[in-house]
């Protein structure tokens, strides 16, 4: 369904805003798929009448915690993801930036489509992607994007035959709260 | 059983990459993860390695030992027998070095088995090959 005219703020408390990376090198075997959680992010959602709107969202590249891991040699425990949690911030992202905001914002059937600039570490890209919107007014997106386009070195291990994919995707799901 | 062979620059003296090499103190510390734990003769010690996976990890606890060695010819053999802490898994390997001017060659047999292994002789050939080339540049900072 169409979003209803209307300016949202969404953050944690609404939603989901999940990163989930794959494993890539000789040792990928011994790597595991990670699903992450951004825990501190604002986002807000302007539509108008018609094709007028804006989105916009800023996330704390700080704020990131391992929810789960799949695969992989062993199953990950409560050390091993706070110690990724520490690599994501001592190497990856550094507590760096990562806002995005929308350019041009149409309806489309089920929901927007956005397009915009991604802004991840003072690196901005352009990106493009769906917001579908439910009856019960939740709404969900997907992006994937290289970590190389935006100058960002995949995190690698065990002498390089072990890395994180370059290819991650980022999924918001939050329900759109009522006015 | 898997064999590499590797050579390594240092640009110093054969004479001091010779007592380098069999300083077990100075050596073991050259491989990433790698301490000594007691030193139980001039030639052998009991060592440990942690191999890092990302935030996993694997530890070998065992000896070094040098088993033959060529003063004239700079020429060591080094043998390690280690098991895997809280597993299954052995590593051991023999590590013959040849010492040249300025440098030298490095020749591992290793066996390796347990979780290690079980990832397939591909993965076990670019973690040594990445662990030994690594090995191979701390050399010519000792």
Not at chain 1, 75 to 86: H, M, P
Not at chain 1, 100 to 127: C, I, K, M, N, Y
Not at chain 2, 61 to 88: F, I, M, N, P, Y
Request: with cysteine; glycine share 14%; charged share 25%.
């Amino acid at each position: 369904m169409a979003i209803p005219p209307g300016t949202y703020t969404l953050g944690p408390g609404d939603g989901t805003l999940t990163v989930r990376t794959g494993k890539a090198g000789a040792a990928a075997k011994a790597g595991h798929d990670l699903v992450i959680e951004v825990t501190r992010w604002e986002a807000s959602l302007e539509v108008g009448e018609g094709s007028a709107g804006r989105v916009a969202l800023t996330a704390d590249a700080r704020s990131l915690a391992v929810r789960s891991g799949s695969g992989g040699m062993g199953s990950l425990g409560d050390e091993e993801k706070a110690s990724i949690a520490q690599s994501i911030d001592d190497d990856v992202l550094k507590g760096g930036t990562i806002a995005f905001r929308s350019s041009a914002v149409e309806q489309a059937p089920g929901g927007l489509r956005v397009q915009g600039d991604l802004d991840l570490l003072g690196a901005t890209r352009p990106v493009a992607f769906d917001l579908d919107a439910g009856d019960d007014g939740r709404v969900t997106g997907s992006i994937r994007f290289k970590q190389s386009d935006w100058g960002i070195k995949p995190f690698s291990a065990l002498f390089g035959t072990l890395k994180v994919a370059d290819e991650v995707e980022v999924d918001v799901d939050a329900t759109l709260p009522v006015e | 059983m898997v064999e590499l062979d590797h050579s390594f620059s240092t640009g110093k003296p054969t004479d001091y990459n010779w007592d380098a090499i069999l300083d077990l103190d100075r050596l073991i510390p050259c491989v990433q993860g790698g301490k000594v734990v007691e030193r139980t003769s001039p030639t052998a010690a009991k060592a440990e390695i942690k191999v890092k996976m990302g935030a996993m990890s694997m530890t070998f606890a065992g000896t070094v030992e040098v088993v033959e060695q060529d003063d004239e010819g700079h020429r060591a053999l080094l043998k390690v027998k280690s098991r895997e802490v809280g597993g299954q898994g052995h590593a051991n390997a023999d590590v013959a070095i040849d010492l040249n001017d300025g440098g030298g060659t490095i020749h591992t047999a290793a066996q390796i088995t347990g979780k290690a292994a079980s990832m397939g002789e591909g993965v076990v050939v670019s973690v040594l090959d990445g662990l030994i080339k690594d090995f191979t540049q701390r050399l010519g900072q000792i």
